[in-house]
């Protein structure tokens, strides 16, 4: 089974804080994406990304930065954390571009910027 | 730009109802189609998809979604719920190879 997992589930962080949310999936999946879930919004794309070091600014960029290093690993940044970016973060992977919609989700993480 | 409108936000039921949620999109070319699922504390995974061919496909739990290419909808359906079919239910369009999620559909099943 694939699995993605995220560095925390849970996340306080101060306004102005930089916060790093980690993603690592173990099945050598070439897409990898970050979305934040709202209630009554969706999922709401932020930044995913095709290949290593390669990124595409989805829906909802602003105040967000991704690195993809490795292959495995994904992670977002915020660099100057404000409240208006509580919320619930979801990692996903898919194994290559012609399956990007195949997507396996991570449990998520509750970040709240208080 | 793509687009995804799920017209259904709350959906409550019993027990043995039929189920029809409402997806439909916006997109000028070819488009993948997907619903994916979200069971209370659990990931979000994948219910079925569409690429081609039939337009009616089949995925797990007995679910099923018709693809209408004329009226761009991709809904969802389902017999007879259980209680077990609680969830928070997601449509997905892909096109261009970018993702647009649906604002979502929570049902509520009554034993």
């Known amino acids: 089974d694939v699995k993605v997992t995220q560095s925390s589930r849970y996340l306080v962080k101060r306004t102005g804080e930089k916060v790093f949310l980690e993603c690592v999936q173990d099945?050598?999946?070439?897409?990898m994406f970050w979305y934040r879930q709202d209630p009554g919004l969706g999922l709401r794309l932020i930044y995913f990304s095709y290949d290593v070091k390669m990124k595409e600014k989805g829906d909802i960029p602003e105040g967000y930065s991704v690195s993809r290093e490795k292959k495995e690993r994904f992670s977002l940044i915020l660099e100057s954390a404000s409240t208006n970016q509580t919320s619930m973060y979801l990692c996903?992977?898919?194994?290559?571009?012609?399956?990007?919609?195949?997507?396996?989700f991570g449990p998520g993480t509750r970040l709240t910027v208080t | 730009a793509q687009s995804v409108s799920q017209h259904n936000h709350h959906v409550i039921l019993s027990e043995a109802a039929s189920l029809e949620l409402g997806c439909n999109y916006s997109?000028?070319?070819?488009?993948?189609l997907f619903w994916y699922v979200q069971y209370p504390g659990q990931h979000l995974q994948l219910l079925l998809k569409?690429?081609?061919?039939?337009?009616l496909v089949k995925g797990i739990k007995g679910f099923e979604a018709e693809f209408i290419k004329s009226k761009f909808s991709f809904n969802l359906r389902k017999p007879s719920v259980q209680w077990s079919d609680t969830a928070e239910y997601f449509c997905a369009v892909i096109g261009s190879y970018i993702p647009t999620f649906g604002r979502g559909t929570s049902l509520i099943v009554h034993p």
């Open positions: 569409y690429f081609s061919g039939d337009p």
């Open positions: 996903a992977s898919s194994l290559r571009l012609q399956a990007i919609g195949e997507q396996y």
């Open positions: 099945m050598d999946h070439e897409n």
């Open positions: 997109y000028g070319g070819t488009v993948n």
